[in-house]
Nanobody
């Protein structure tokens, strides 16, 4: 499956931004989808994941209450809605896919657990 992330840009602190990731070449509904981010000098870190149906979601602790993740299987697209953005949210954001069932007792949060990656979209939050 090929993933194409979009929606990044420059936003002021406190503002919102929505990222999109369009998938092609695979059966989108069979993939757990996730968002990661990587700031300069840092490792790629988990942001959020959504189950194949979109019913179940998981977030890194620092994103809970500010970010939401959703998907539209009819459009083969996953979204990351980011609110109350902070300068420390500045990073390249990547979408990723993992052909897997969802487990509420264990969510894959390591980058190495995902098989397919988009090219990344830069989010810059100004103070």
């Amino acid at each position: 499956v090929q993933l194409q992330a979009s929606g990044g840009g420059l936003v002021q602190a406190g503002g919102p931004l929505r990222l999109s990731c369009a998938a092609s070449g695979g059966t989108f509904s069979t993939y757990v989808m996730a968002w990661f981010r990587q700031a300069p000098g840092n490792e790629r870190e988990f942001v959020a994941a959504v189950s194949r149906s979109g019913v179940n979601t998981a977030f890194a602790d620092s994103m809970k209450g500010r970010f939401t993740v959703s998907r539209d299987n009819a459009k083969s697209t996953v979204y990351l809605q980011m609110n109350s953005l902070k300068p420390e949210d500045t990073a390249v954001y990547y979408c990723a896919a993992k052909p897997s069932y969802w487990s509420s007792s264990y969510v894959a949060t390591a980058a190495g657990q995902y098989d397919y990656w988009g090219q990344g979209t830069l989010v810059t939050v100004s103070s």
